[in-house]
């Protein structure tokens, strides 16, 4: 690599020298400097989710967040292009709320398990099931199956979601866990799918357990997707950038988050004084994304996440019904 290239690249390394040691950042340094480039020439904008890795969350993307935070980003961005450093349904999201931009996704294997785990035909059925209760879709969740539902909800607005629909009853799909641990906080009754995340279904109450033991005073945060029982053993639960504003307001002396790995190095950037301890899950699709695949996408538009219009219109309302509650 030719050395200014070098230097522009390595003026980011301060941001990430405590977690990513020094010998690996010559092989990040060149893919950086070629983003950066690409984006200024082609009016392209990164968008990362709170699990990408520290090399992409610190050194190119241009707005960071939890999905809820993607979503609204998404919307207000006046770049013609979009690059989704995250997973398909976030991209997904992206295009719903931009039709008329390009929006890349630089891995399509990027699922998600949730989203894998329901169909459109799955949410016929519950809808005939159940006539009249309303169906509130998680985000991860694929555009058809977003299109046969009422309303979106994410991990940071799902409480105030189902209790803007003033219903006894709600279909909460697909993750069980977050519908039960929503349940457990409104007198909503809510009726669950059967889907889990697989990176948080893995996290148990004796995990924590053993975590206090063996850390004295270690504050535990948990997202969740995790079992209700270990929700109830955490100190706070939230969305990722809910965890993320906990450990700025709080500044907690330990801290655990029962969450995928890259938010702790994520995290751990900002705050050098806060002991993280980490045992952590990591998520094999948000891992598909690499440098290198987003360095390839804004140099050869790959690739394009696109949404058949007749499912497009419906999923959309029900993205934008969920933006327009206030959380
Ligand atoms: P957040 O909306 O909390 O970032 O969660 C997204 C996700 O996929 C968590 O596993
Ligand atoms: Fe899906 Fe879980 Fe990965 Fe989030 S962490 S993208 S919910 S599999």
């Known amino acids: 690599m030719n050395s200014p290239a070098l230097a522009r690249a390595d003026a980011l390394y301060d941001r990430v020298r ?15 400097d070629a983003i950066l480039d690409l984006k200024r020439r082609r009016n392209a904008v990164i968008l990362a989710h709170n699990y990408q890795t520290p090399e992409i ?5 241009d707005l960071v967040g939890d999905s809820l935070a993607l979503a609204r980003m998404a919307m207000k961005t006046k770049a013609d292009i979009i690059v989704l450093a995250g997973v398909h349904f976030m991209a997904e ?10 929006v890349l996704l630089p891995d399509r294997a990027a699922g998600c398990s949730l989203a894998e785990s329901i169909t459109p035909q799955d949410v016929r059925l519950l809808r005939r099931n159940y ?18 539902s009422d309303i979106c909800c994410t991990s940071g607005n799902a409480r105030a979601v189902v209790e803007s629909l003033g219903a006894n009853r709600v279909i ?15 007198g909503v009754d809510i009726i669950a799918w059967k889907g889990h995340c697989e990176v948080h279904e893995r996290f148990t109450a ?10 004295p005073g270690i504050i535990v945060l948990a997202h969740p997707e995790c079992p209700p029982e270990v929700v109830a053993e955490a100190d706070f639960t939230g969305s990722t950038a809910g965890m993320s504003d906990y450990v700025s307001e709080h500044k907690p002396a330990r801290v655990v988050l029962l969450t995928e790995c890259s938010m702790s190095d994520n995290v751990a950037v900002q705050h050098p004084d806060i002991e ?13 994304i690499t440098l290198a695949n987003i360095r390839r ?12 219009p007749v499912i497009a219109e419906p999923a959309r309302r029900a993205v934008e019904r969920m933006l327009a509650v206030k959380s």
């Open 18 to 32: 405590g977690v990513i040691p020094p010998a690996e950042w010559p092989v990040f340094a060149g893919d950086i």
């Open 276 to 288: 993280f301890v980490r045992p952590c899950n990591l998520c094999p699709h948000m891992k598909r």
């Open 172 to 186: 909460m799909l697909p993750d069980e866990y977050l519908a039960r641990n929503v349940a457990a906080t409104t």
């Open 57 to 61: 969350f610190h050194c190119v993307a």
């Open 93 to 102: 999201t992206a295009k719903l709320l931009n039709p008329d931009k390009t």
């Open 297 to 308: 996408a804004l140099e050869s538009d790959r690739y394009v996440v696109d949404i058949d």
């Open 206 to 215: 004796a995990d924590v357990r053993e975590i206090r033991e063996n850390h």
């Open 131 to 148: 006539p009249g209760v309303p169906i509130v879709s998680y985000v991860n969740t694929s555009a058809a199956v977003k299109a046969e």
